[in-house]
């Protein structure tokens, strides 16, 4: 099986990929003018203004729900993969995937805004809804609606459960067969509650989970402040093959920078739109800007913070795919939450494990929320001429059981399962939103001349020529004051 899903990922994840998620994300940085640098000022606004109705979520629980599939194990165990296969140089990768990625995130999420539709009382919207009605091909929109049902309903919730099980067994001693009961309870409780319950809970968890674990990260690196500088001056000269010890891995370093990136922020992956599509906006733009700054909190703020711990304190691994170690001060450790709670117990003894293990937990369970409705929702696009309450129901039990079978599993067959699923979503959707640029683009521009002459942006599908646009066409009415919250 592992054999079988490594080949599988030679092929998907093959260089083709890695550089077409980076060519996107210059494309789209360019030809939107960095408008993930132009509209940040507006971004706490945006945030905050949108309102919330029975069909759809607030613009802040669609950014926390988006949060919450994008900050996940990746955040912890993923970064210290990338390291430990690429060194320090493939944070950097991290870090330009999450600047270019942002700006295919907009793209990406303004597009699920703008050819969302109302289903069973409910926002309903993601690749599958813009490829049918935005390129007008049905069968691309049913092979992205079955794979992203595949990946995330089947394949990737095993990696967040793997990582929960893994470190509660290092800092509790709890066998991975119990937690995968708890995890797999718990999960039933909240999917079971339908959207409104999965919203609910990301907008509570979501950002406490990630200023707490940013809070204890910038205490360790502050802690070692003399050694800063360094930890800066190793991941940049790394990146670019320029580190004596790491010069030969550049294309390691890139590769696993990218792939790690991509898995954690999500950033053209078609992940982020089936949120945004949810929130109750006047604007597509406005959703967009908000789901761009998502890339950011995952990637600049929760990875760098996972990052530092790591590197300023040493404890971590290099030993590149095939090749000797280059560093070894971990012994035989497996990359993964481990190298995480090595750092943080090498300055806080007795701490580091349970620590970990408690963020990874709310990390990953969200993003496991995040997964099912994603999955429920293109369920739900395959669904949309036939009744069948009964896939719904087979979804969530499938999903726990994933869980379960995730958690029980080894780490490698977990995230070799995962980035099988990642790199099926990214290729169909990549492709769907370069032949959607147009359309993206000239929602972007209306937004800015709206703003421009001082509007707060309503969209109008039928003045910018829109086709298909049909709930904007047909139901959509301005939030009134008593809505927003």
């Not at 370093?253 to 078609?270: F, L, M």
């Not at 099912?372 to 896939?391: D, G, H, V």
Request: hydrophobic content about 50%.
């Amino acid at each position: 099986m592992e054999n079988f899903v490594d080949w599988l990922n030679d092929i998907i994840w093959s260089q083709a990929l890695i550089y077409l998620c980076l060519g996107v994300g210059v494309f789209y940085t360019i030809a939107t003018r960095f408008v993930q640098v132009r509209h940040m000022k507006d971004i706490v606004k945006l945030m905050f203004k949108g309102g919330k109705s029975e069909a759809g979520i607030s613009s802040f629980q669609a950014l926390s729900l988006a949060l919450s599939g994008r900050v996940g194990t990746g955040n912890i165990a993923g970064v210290a993969t990338a390291i430990a296969y690429g060194g320090p140089g493939a944070v950097f990768w991290m870090w330009a995937m999450a600047f270019l990625g942002a700006g295919s995130a907009f793209i990406e999420s303004a597009l699920g805004q703008i050819y969302k539709v109302k289903k069973d009382g409910l926002f309903r919207g993601g690749p599958a809804f813009y490829i049918e009605k935005g390129l007008n091909i049905k069968w691309y929109a049913a092979l992205f609606a079955i794979v992203t049902v595949l990946a995330t309903g089947v394949l990737l919730p095993g990696v967040q459960a793997n990582s929960i099980a893994q470190s509660a067994k290092t800092a509790f001693n709890i066998s991975p067969a119990v937690t995968g009961i708890i995890i797999v309870a718990l999960l039933a409780i909240i999917i079971f509650g339908g959207v409104k319950r999965i919203a609910r809970v990301a907008e509570m968890v979501v950002p406490f989970m990630a200023i707490g674990y940013i809070i204890v990260a910038l205490v360790i690196t502050f802690m070692n402040a003399a050694e800063i500088p360094g930890v800066f001056k190793l991941i940049f000269t790394s990146a670019f093959g320029a580190d004596a010890a790491f010069g030969g891995i550049l294309g390691a370093a890139i590769s696993w920078g990218v792939k790690r990136g991509i898995y954690s922020n999500e950033a053209g992956q078609g992940t982020g739109p089936h949120a945004a599509a949810a929130a109750e906006v006047s604007h597509p733009a406005k959703q967009g800007i908000v789901q761009a700054f998502s890339v950011y909190v995952d990637t600049l703020l929760v990875c760098s913070a996972t990052a530092f711990m790591i590197i300023i304190t040493g404890m971590y691994n290099v030993t590149p795919e095939n090749q000797a170690p280059i560093v070894n001060n971990l012994g035989d450790m497996e990359p993964g939450p481990g190298y995480t709670q090595a750092a943080v117990e090498a300055v806080f003894p007795g701490f580091g494990a349970p620590f970990v293990a408690i963020s990874l937990f709310f990390f990953a369970f969200t993003t496991i929320m995040a997964y099912y409705y994603m999955a429920e929702t293109n369920l739900a696009f395959i669904n949309r001429k036939n009744n069948r309450p009964w896939s719904v129901f087979l979804l969530k039990v499938v999903i726990c059981s994933m869980v379960f079978y995730g958690s029980v599993k080894t780490a490698s067959l977990a995230w070799g399962l995962g980035d099988v699923g990642v790199g099926s979503m990214a290729w169909l959707n990549i492709i769907a939103i370069l032949l959607l640029t147009k359309p993206a683009l000239r929602v972007l521009k209306d937004y800015e001349s709206q703003l421009k002459a001082g509007k707060d942006p309503i969209f109008d599908p039928a003045k910018l020529g829109f086709d298909h646009a049909d709930f904007w066409e047909k139901e959509y009415t301005p939030i009134t004051e008593e809505k927003t919250g």
